[in-house]
């Protein structure tokens, strides 16, 4: 029942807090013989890490990762990985305040009412920061995967400006601070976020991540169903309110003629006229790209003087200075990547394990 | 690994195919001396079951529930309950040409893919029929729960009807057979359902699932969290394409300020002054109404011909006939009641350890 | 945290209780297409099944298995398998007494301090009788390793009286009503279990089960070891009170010299010149046999009167009726094949999930 | 499926090479409010920690432990407690020979077999190393245990020389290089391990483990007995070959009259006036001491050369140089109280999420 831990062969926990000396995961059940260092897992850390342009924290972490176990000679050995990031940029006089008061919309308040103590230093463990660990484990999926399996991840709204899917092209993504297919879009969103920066306010998103090359036959029925799997894992990133699979909740408006995914002869497998389905028919992936998005509430974390009580139970205001995400959702790309690369490194062990 | 099973320490095994003997439920982690007997959770499979009204699959099943075991004296023992349905209406010659074709929009393919065999008749393992044995989990996750903790569903949205939240009245519920909050859309439903079933289509719809009476303190952190499992739960019930909490996806368009549930003293805890988060932060319950929201896609079983492939690889046509539901969302409120009840009553149990 | 399951990919939940209406096991996690039908599993089940001699308990039951779930056309279908044995013979009036006493050395107190609820009848959960169910699942599990594992078990004690491995013909096994490999030490238990029974006594015992066939490189490090699992396994059958791997506890009298394995080179792999392990090290397969051994203790249903309380907390004493086995270590052995089974089943799948 | 986990509330991930840069424990599903530093989990560690007498390894490592998370202000927070030891002495020119040449009775030869590449460096993760993240788990757990449970461990046995149960006396364990409880005994120790270290060899031992203060109802029926985790979790431990409950072995030669405990009334529950059981009936506590044995065999790292082959399969001999323990039993005591506690402390969660 480890509330650290997710995955069930391909099994990652994860410790640390926003301000201790260090945040870190443990990788259990990873096959041996697969090439893996700290620069292929630095990669992925690079995409998610504070500071890289003016819509994101500018807290400075490195976020440097250090293997301590699990690989040797350049190669994993089949036991587990320890994988740790020291937390450099500690400035805990930022978050004095929020020591006696619950920030609305965080989880201070929750926290304390459940376990009566609260490390309050930037959130503790709350805090995003942990997704840094699920990048570094994300990395360690995608070397599970292999090469056929590709996971790109995009912005495709932020507050009410929606891409338009007609103008997706995923080299844009890597153009511009916003992991935007759109480029139109993207120079709108600049505008839109410099100015929601400078209000001291923040703005929601939404995310699609997809991956390509998944065969068919990965998942599982009933309660192992892959996109259960996906749903867990996307609606456990923070700041997560909402998750689809393909068509999502557009699939509530349309018509069973229109949602079936008719299937033509194809060279290996079927060939699909459509994907509704978002690659998962019954718990299990067809061989059609695996889609899935999700929200991203706006952080609460804004400058305007919020309504609160304190510890307590005085009623008071808060105002959440520090360096925070105007848009915390840019910086959920690479983490919901990640989540995809462990929920399809888990499961396609576990149809290696069933199926052979 | 278990793929029929879900829940950490109240935990459900299911079993059974739709046109097998029988399906049932192993529930373990009950509590002793709970009061339970057949009678109570036959109630709530009364309201999943078939033939109740024309917009449901006319199947005959009285579903009646037996408890084989973990019950004794009108009491639970604490050991493993076996509560078993045995299906009774199993007319296979009305399934007899999906043997050979795969359904699009149905888990016939990705069985085959995945398993090599498949159990066709009715859809096997695959049926919603299923769900059955979820609605008699549910029930004894009730009384873990206890009276403290009410759980209502209702469908807000069919096809592109949605209801109007402002006349929401739960005791309408009860009277219309789409477990419709507004009376006014459920007249509209009728009409709308009565076209899409004469012509053979079906429809897709929105189902909300809200629970009163959470204490604050439930969940827990990271993977564990309580929105993490509620959308797992709810993402792997059958035909389920996504899973919102609280203000979902209308979260990402609102700006910080609008989204944070400001709070003020309370009797007990924090008043809140809104529900934009649904009850949950950080994972955890913040002693507000629970409310998740999931979209249910119109089933394909559909009279209209769709183009499809057969075992062989070749290319054919479907029509699917037999008794199905025109909008299957409607028997899948007391499913999302009882997955609310489960993912709950485990939560319960799960802080009772941790914290005592 | 299921109290009644174990394994981890193929995984067996249990549940019913000694005179409830029926028990059986639900079987998660089989590969597909494996052959299996209810004659398989029942020859497994008739060497379990009470009145074969009159060395073990009379209660009439023919423990026939009812395959609810899971196969269809004669074949694994990879969905939960659901296996149902009805109970047949449920004289409850045997039992009454025990209803306000608790049996020393038996669960009536330890249930009853946990629960404070017990079904008395018959030792309700606590019966030896769900070992039926284990018996099923194992048979199962067998069909999961095929016909290159073969696993035997066989009484090597009852009380003091040893066999003579010199002696050891595994064909005698099927020969004598103790599953007992000395010819000579058969005729002898004859006589010491007819006294046994005539003075309403009981005897304990030791059972051996060994593997052969297993490959070298199942089982995994640390936590995960083939050793630990079986020994999890074997101490948790009714009544054991010790196991050992190989050598057991005569390994603490050897010298590292000479308990030492040594290895020549083989066809396939090394030819070790010794078996000290018992097959395995740092908790994985060498490719030699896995040898098991467990105790079990004399049953505590006997006809001599013995001093307990009643659940008042009054002292009284107790004798207990009925019919019981005068040494329950010898219907142990099928239970405890089935173990090692459903341990070695369970290994290699999650062998070939992580190494492939 | 992790392998490098243990316990289902309480739950414990090590990680870490004898020759990496560190090894360590993230324990996962600790009560908050707990007081804890790392004063009082290296008292435990110095317990185990190398080099405190001429009995055991010369390595010399301090066992220093950080704590990373978890803890903030001298308390538990409920999350994840990341726990590190930085090995300090890892001379790796004494194992080259290792690197190409199987050691007999060691695990170089499965860690081969099973994964095509082994960390040979000290026996990389399976060496014993590995034993110090779990007793500083262990200290946590008794955190959790609190102080009304008392664990203690001593051995009873080296090579074929066993106490005199009779002179047991708790206080003698700490006088004496061997956690000796038999004062006469340890001098014959001393002077049997001193020839057997001169001449290079090794020896076995026997370890009993008993707590103290475990109230009745702890543990689960069937797959959750206390017993059969306490087996797994001792056998677990690197070179055990045997687990054993209250009498073990020994009870299988008793008749079912001698080995019934039986009750009498007293203040709180009964008076048992034996404990044969071992404070265990059913897999439940019954309130008397927990007593374990476990079987340790005689280290294969010994100075006589022995056969075996190399990786390319040809035959050689080994000698096994460097600092071992020429009786690894004795630091096993501190490691066997360790499990003991982490396996108490999960079934004190376990006990309290049923039954309140």
Redesign the interface.
């Known amino acids: 029942?480890?509330?650290?831990?997710?995955g069930?062969?391909f099994?990652v926990?994860?410790?640390?807090?926003s301000h201790?000396?260090?945040?870190?995961a443990?990788v259990?059940?990873?096959?041996?013989?697969l090439a893996l260092d700290e620069a292929f897992i630095q990669g992925f850390l690079d995409k998610r890490k504070p500071g890289t342009s003016r819509f994101v924290t500018q807290r400075r972490e490195s976020d440097t990762v250090?293997i301590?176990?699990?690989v040797?000679e350049g190669?994993?050995?089949?036991?587990?990985?320890?994988l740790m990031i020291r937390n450099e940029d500690q400035r805990s006089k930022d978050y004095s305040e929020i020591a006696a008061k619950?920030?609305?919309?965080?989880?201070d308040?929750?926290?304390w009412?459940?376990?009566?103590?609260?490390?309050y230093r930037g959130g503790?463990?709350?805090s995003a920061r942990?997704t840094a660990a699920r990048v570094a484990a994300g990395a360690v999926a995608r070397r599970v995967l292999g090469d056929g399996v590709t996971i790109r991840g995009a912005v495709v709204?932020i507050?009410?400006h929606k891409i338009d899917r007609a103008k997706w092209d995923w080299s844009a993504c890597g153009e511009n601070p916003f992991w935007c297919p759109d480029r139109d879009m993207a120079a709108k969103w600049e505008e839109f976020l410099d100015a929601?920066r400078k209000a001291g306010?923040?703005?929601?998103?939404?995310i699609e991540v997809v991956a390509d090359g998944v065969p068919?036959?990965?998942?599982?029925?009933?309660?192992?169903?892959l996109?259960?799997?996906?749903?867990?894992?996307?609606?456990?990133i923070n700041a997560v309110?909402?998750?689809?699979?393909?068509?999502?909740?557009a699939?509530?408006?349309?018509?069973?003629?229109?949602?079936?995914?008719?299937?033509?002869?194809g060279n290996a497998?079927?060939t699909f006229?459509s994907n509704?389905?978002?690659g998962?028919?019954?718990?299990?992936?067809?061989?059609q790209p695996v889609v899935v998005r999700f929200?991203?509430?706006?952080?609460?974390?804004?400058l305007?003087p919020?309504?609160?009580?304190d510890i307590d139970?005085?009623?008071t205001e808060i105002v959440t200075k520090g360096r925070h995400d105007p848009c915390v959702?840019i910086r959920a790309v690479p983490v919901g990547e990640a989540m995809m690369a462990c929920v399809l490194a888990d499961h396609k062990?576990?149809?290696?394990?069933?199926?052979?």
């Open positions: 029942m480890s509330a650290n831990s997710f069930t062969l099994r926990t994860t410790w640390g807090e201790g000396p260090a945040l870190g443990v259990d059940g990873v096959p041996p013989r250090e301590l176990s699990g040797f190669q994993t050995t089949g036991t587990s990985l320890s619950f920030r609305p919309g965080h989880a308040y929750t926290y009412a459940k376990y009566g103590i609260r490390d503790g463990r709350s942990e709204q507050g009410p929601t306010s923040s703005a929601g998103a939404v068919a036959g990965w998942g599982a029925p009933i309660y192992g169903k996109d259960s799997d996906l749903a867990a894992a996307m609606m456990g309110k909402g998750v689809e699979i393909g068509d999502g909740f699939a509530a408006e349309l018509s069973g003629e229109a949602n079936a995914d008719e299937m033509r002869a497998g079927p006229l509704h389905a978002g998962i028919l019954g718990g299990i992936s067809t061989g929200a991203v509430k706006p952080t609460s974390s804004i305007s919020r309504r609160t009580i139970g005085n009623e959702g062990l576990r149809h290696r394990a069933q199926c052979g």
